[in-house]
């Protein structure tokens, strides 16, 4: 099946210092990746929707400038967040579909990476 | 998007059946209903999905009422590792926005 890779799966910093998370479909392509956040006893938002060799796109209230997204190939997408504040703690997961997601079939399915815990301290 | 309504949570013992409900009044003729859960400190798994007929995989079965204005998700033999937040979410095509609500807090009980 399907698998999506996160790296790293957790993660300490310095407040103000700026942190990767990559995210790899292992046995597929994905042309679309999506970003999603989740605060303790929270539920998952989205924060944007990665695009393969253009812009992100980015939900209401999500910061464009300080959740840098790459979607360099078909394989990786990475989050970096810039100048990174304890506010910024949470878990960060990714995912991906095979089929193309956004305009295929209402039963397409995603897959989701382990998450990647932020903490700045 | 639609929306559903699931129970807070539930509790199970180990080896017996679980049936989580959902309940999807305003359900589309072309939103599928789909089943994810989360285990403690991982990323969502797929579990199910179905549009109109049950549906059975190795995880889970899922009935749907034959309205489909509910639908329940039955963990067939519970085991301490379906210890999970079951998330009961409606998709139409085009629909790239997963809307995880607050789930079902799944307790299993040794």
């Known amino acids: 099946g399907a698998v999506v890779s996160q790296h790293p799966s957790w993660v300490i910093c310095k407040s103000g210092t700026s942190v990767k998370i990559e995210c790899r479909s292992l046995?597929?392509?994905?042309?679309?990746m999506f970003w999603y956040r989740q605060f303790p006893k929270q539920s998952l938002m989205l924060m944007a929707t990665s695009n393969e060799g253009s812009k992100a796109t980015y939900e209401q209230g999500v910061e464009k400038d300080k959740f840098l997204i790459n979607h360099a190939s078909l394989t990786l997408s990475t989050l970096t967040v810039t100048s990174a504040h304890p506010e910024d703690s949470s878990f960060y997961i990714c995912?991906?579909?095979?089929?193309?997601?956004?305009?295929?079939?209402?039963?397409?399915?995603?897959?989701f990476g382990a998450g990647s815990r932020l903490t700045v301290l | 998007d639609a929306k559903t309504t699931q129970p807070n949570s539930m509790e199970s013992n180990e080896e017996e059946p679980v049936h989580l409900p959902c309940n999807h009044s305003t359900i589309s003729g072309t939103d599928y209903i789909h089943w994810y859960r989360q285990l403690p400190s991982q990323g969502p798994e797929y579990v199910i999905h179905g549009l109109t007929s049950n549906v059975n995989n190795r995880m889970a079965s899922l009935a749907i009422a034959e309205d489909r204005k509910s639908s329940t998700l039955i963990l067939h033999r519970a085991t301490l590792r379906d210890a999970a937040v079951y998330y009961c979410?409606?998709?139409?095509?085009?629909?790239?926005?997963?809307?995880f609500g607050a789930g079902t807090t799944v307790t299993v009980r040794a």
């Open positions: 046995d597929f392509q994905a042309t679309t």
């Open positions: 979410i409606l998709r139409d095509v085009g629909d790239y926005k997963l809307s």
């Open positions: 995912s991906a579909s095979p089929a193309d997601y956004l305009r295929g079939s209402g039963a397409n399915v995603l897959t």
